[in-house]
């Protein structure tokens, strides 16, 4: 019992030897804090910087309007402008902000509109779907569902709404739906 006593202590004294020895200089030449008060520490929230490389394209005339109809439903519905940045990040990803009707073989399944949103999935009928005000809502709907959306990274809360193939994509879509939510909301 001796021995595994003297083996623990010397094993604690190690350690406080190796601490002081990495340590020990830094600490040595900190100048002691007189009346040290605590400070702030401001923690930017993840939902605040965008995630991965950012990807950026140019607008037609079409497109920005279709940017201003997203912020307009956001605004009707009485949600903050990180829901419109979340609504078109997801268009940017799943149209690029173009309202697509039936593309034939290229298109996913039956997804239509700027949501890519698939009528045989419940989001509503096809001419529905095309109107952007009505998929903006029927988006909004499904992120005001999502507990927690306006903290959590814009990938997931879209994923969580969208439900895609490929959930990462989203974020890199985050600064120019950023940009275009600071350009357009009080316009």
Known sequence: MNTIFRKSMLSVAGLAFAGGVFAGPIAAHATPAVDAKPTAVAVQSTAAKPQGDQSHITLNDEQTANVKAIIAATKKAGL??????????TSLQESKLE???????????????????????????????????????????????????????????????QVSAYPDAYAQWEQQATDLVGQHWNS
């Open 80 to 89: 903050p402008e990180r829901a419109a940045v979340i609504s078109i990040a």
């Open 99 to 161: 309202n697509l009707g039936h593309l034939g073989d290229m298109n996913d399944h039956d997804s239509l509109g700027l949501f890519q949103q698939r009528p045989s999935s419940g989001w509503g009928t096809p001419e529905q779907i095309t109107n952007p005000e009505y998929s903006t809502t029927a988006f909004l709907k499904g992120l005001k569902q999502v507990d927690g959306w306006q903290d959590m990274p814009l990938t997931d809360a879209a994923q969580t709404v």
